[in-house]
C-alpha cells in the first residue's frame, strides 16, 4: 500500500450542545429519544481512508489490515476496512502522539450529534432525504471512495453510508460488544438514519467495517 499521509485526516467543527437522540419511529435500542449534551469537538470529515492508515502501518503502529492487498479494496480513498475495534482506537491514540491533542474514536451521542448537522428529527444526515447520486447503484465489488457526496450542515461527508463506523462505546449483551453507526456498502440498502444503531465484537474484521476519528477540542 502506498499513499501514505504524513498530515492528519482532515477534521470539522461540531458544536457542543443538546440534541434529540435516538427516535420513537427506529428499533427498540433507538427508543425512547431523549436529550443528550455533548461538548465541542472536531469530527474527521470522511471515514479514515486506506492512504490516511498507511502512516499508521508504515510506523509499525498498526497491522495491516484484513483486506490490505485485495482487489477492489486497495484504492487510497477507499476507507479502511477489515480493522479491529482496537486497532481504530490504537490508530486514534497514534495520531495523538505525532500530532499532539487528544484523538480517539467517537462516542455514539458524539457521532449521531454530527451525523445529524444540526438538523433535528431528519431521516437522513441531510434532513428528509438523501441528496442525488449520494450513494452508487448497481453492484458493488467493494466500498467507494470517500468525499463524493454531500457534506451535511456540519461540513461532514458519507455520514451513515459507505461503512459501518467503529464507537467508543461498549454494546451491552453477553459478551459485550463495540457499538457502531453508519451503513454499508454490502447491504441493499447502503445508508442508516443517524439514529439507526449496530454493534459488532470488537475483534472482529469485516469488510464493512471502518472509522472515523475524533478529536477533543481544548
Known sequence: MTCASALAPPTAAVPGGRFLMGSEAGRPDERPARLVEV??????????TNGEYAAAVEARCCPEPRFWATRGFEDPLQPVVGVTWFEAAAFAEWLGQRHGGVWRLPTEAEWERAARGGIEGGATAWGDALPDTEIPTGPLSGPWRVGQGTP???GLYDMGTIV???????????????ASRG????????????????????EQRYADYGFRVLREVE
Open 152 to 154: 451535511n450542515g456540519f
Open 164 to 178: 459501518h463506523e467503529w464507537c467508543l462505546d461498549v454494546y451491552p449483551g453477553d459478551p459485550p460488544r463495540r
Open 39 to 48: 461538548a465541542a469537538f472536531r469530527l474527521g470529515c470522511t471515514p479514515v
Open 183 to 202: 451503513g454499508s456498502w454490502r447491504h441493499h440498502v447502503r445508508w442508516s438514519p443517524p439514529s439507526a444503531r449496530s454493534s459488532l465484537s470488537p
